[in-house]
């Protein structure tokens, strides 16, 4: 069983930064992260997955080239680096993880991971 702690979110203004981090308990090769806005569905952000050796990334379209994730692999750690952030990018951002390794067709799909984390609120405002 592998739990997940998000932190770092906040209230920032529009263009502003933020950098969430998703403290894993255990071992995962195949890490996201989610997000949930009021009265939406829960939509995938951005995705790190791995085929042996090579790591890749997946961004939603409307975050590519403001987001980046990465891993910190000696800390277990997961980030969200989010850059010009707009108030549309306002929601609860939820860190999703499993052990094996995921598929990149599915990436964004929440059945395909097994652990989720309690999420955490990202507030900007315009």
């Known amino acids: 069983q592998v739990q997940l702690q998000e932190s770092g979110g906040g209230s920032v203004q529009s263009g502003g930064s933020l950098k969430l981090s998703c403290a894993a308990s255990?071992?995962?090769?195949?890490m996201a992260w989610f997000r949930q806005a009021p009265g939406k569905k829960r939509e995938a952000v951005a995705h790190?997955?791995?085929?042996?050796?090579?790591?890749?990334?997946r961004y939603t379209d409307s975050v590519k080239g403001r987001f980046t994730i990465s891993q910190d692999n000696a800390k277990a750690t997961l980030y969200l680096q989010m850059n010009t952030l707009k108030p549309e990018d306002t929601a609860m951002y939820y860190c999703a993880a499993k052990y094996t390794l995921c598929s990149a067709n599915y990436w964004a799909q929440e059945y395909e991971y097994n652990y989720w984390g309690q999420g955490t609120q990202v507030t900007v405002s315009s």
């Open positions: 255990g071992d995962t090769r195949c």
């Open positions: 790190l997955g791995s085929y042996g050796n090579t790591r890749y990334t």
